[in-house]
Every structure is written in C-alpha cells, then in structure tokens.
C-alpha cells in the first residue's frame, strides 16, 4: 500500500512567521506532488504542485521537493490567519490517476 | 464558469435506506473522481471515470456502493442499503484530460451524508 504521511498538528505559528509543513510518501516512483488547502466545512483546493526537485515559488508559498528523501514540504511566509487550514499532501501513485492523500496537517496562525 | 456540481449538499437518511449522490463535472472534463472523506482514513479515492469509461474502482468498499457516469456531464454514486459506517463527506472531482496524473483535480463543494 501506498502510503503518504503528514504530521497531523495542529502546529501554531505566531502571525507573520513561517510555517513548514512536510510530508513524506513512499512510492519512489512518484512524479508529481500537490499541496490543497481545506477550511473547515470546505472542500479541497490546489495550492501548488512541484514535479522537479527543488523550490517552487508563488507568492508566499514554496514546495520543497526532494525525490531522494522522498520528502516534500510547504514553506508559508508572513503567515496571516486567513492561512488557518488543514493542508493536504497528494501523491499520484505512479502510472495511474489514484491520489493518494495524506491525512492532512492543521495549521493555526495565531493573530 | 461554474465549478463542480453536487447534490445534495447534505443528507440524512436512516440505515438500510438507498443513498444517491450527484455530480456534475466541469464541462469539457474528461476524468471524474468520487472520493470519501473521515476523520479516520481521511480522503480516500473510491472510483475514477476517464471518458466516462470506470478505470478503477478499487477503492469502492463493498458491494452495497456502485457507481454510474451515463454521460460526460453526469454521474452518479448509490449507496444501498447504507450503513451507518458510511457517514463521511463524499466529494467529487474533476479535471481536464485524464491523460496524466499531473493534471490538477477540482473539487465539488461535496455531500455530507449521516446515516442514522
């Protein structure tokens, strides 16, 4: 089986610091990684996604991908509030169209 | 552009009565995802439809669940006869070819279903 993992949280961070938030998968031959964000009562939606190792930058968010680790993380800087969410990790297992979702990490941006 | 379509957006039955969920994709979509989410197992993926063909439906939990996608606009998930366990939120996603899986999926805003 397949597995993503995410530390579940809630990790708190003050307003305006940077939160990390890391997931780990653990089929090697994945090949793209997507960050959703989800609000309480919400559905999911895309933040970012990363395919090469490395950084992705948009905005006030970097994915941190780094296939032999096998790890991938998502930096928010100058956290606001409205950035209080469960954040989920998404890995296609290779070769198919089945995401496999982390369980999710709950973030609290304290104002 | 309107995005995906559920209905209902809440329902409430009592065990041993038929469930059905809704969905409409985002038109021009060729995949269509169904998805349940718990506290417990979080998002799981049921089935997946590419030009409304079922590719997999591994993740469908026994036989009272089927799926339908009569048409490239529509598609349906029966639960019969639900269960309490089947309380979750079910969501359905699309997106735009089904040729890769890097293609980014779009949510509907989903069904909570409480089965008493």
């Known amino acids: 089986q397949k597995e993503v993992e995410q530390n579940s949280g809630p990790l708190s961070v003050p307003e305006g610091a940077i939160a990390s938030l890391n997931c780990t998968y653990s089929?090697?031959?994945?090949?793209?990684f997507f960050w959703y964000r989800q609000y309480s009562g919400k559905s999911p939606e895309l933040i970012m996604f990363?395919?090469?190792?490395g950084d992705k930058e948009d905005g006030r968010f970097t994915a941190q991908l780094n296939k032999a680790s096998q790890y991938v993380s998502l930096l928010i800087r100058d956290s606001q509030p409205s950035d209080s969410a469960t954040y989920l990790c998404?890995?296609?297992?290779?070769?198919?169209?089945?995401?496999?979702f982390g369980t999710g990490t709950r973030l609290k941006v304290l104002a | 552009d309107a995005g995906v379509i559920q209905s209902p957006r809440h329902e409430v039955t009592e065990m041993g009565q038929e469930v059905t969920l809704r969905c409409k994709p985002i038109s021009g979509h060729n995949s269509l995802f169904w998805y349940r989410q718990t506290m417990m197992r979080g998002l799981e993926l049921l089935i997946y439809f590419n030009n409304n063909v079922p590719i997999d439906d591994s993740g469908m939990p026994e036989d009272r669940f089927s799926a339908k996608m009569p048409n490239a606009s529509f598609s349906t998930l029966k639960i019969q006869p639900s269960e309490p366990r089947d309380s979750a939120v079910y969501f359905c996603?699309?997106?735009?070819?089904?040729?890769?899986?890097?293609?980014?999926?779009?949510f509907g805003p989903g069904t909570r279903l409480l089965v008493l």
């Open positions: 990363i395919y090469s190792n």
């Open positions: 998404a890995v296609p297992t290779s070769g198919t169209y089945k995401y496999i």
């Open positions: 996603a699309s997106n735009p070819f089904g040729d890769s899986p890097q293609e980014t999926q779009y």
């Open positions: 089929d090697r031959g994945s090949q793209s």
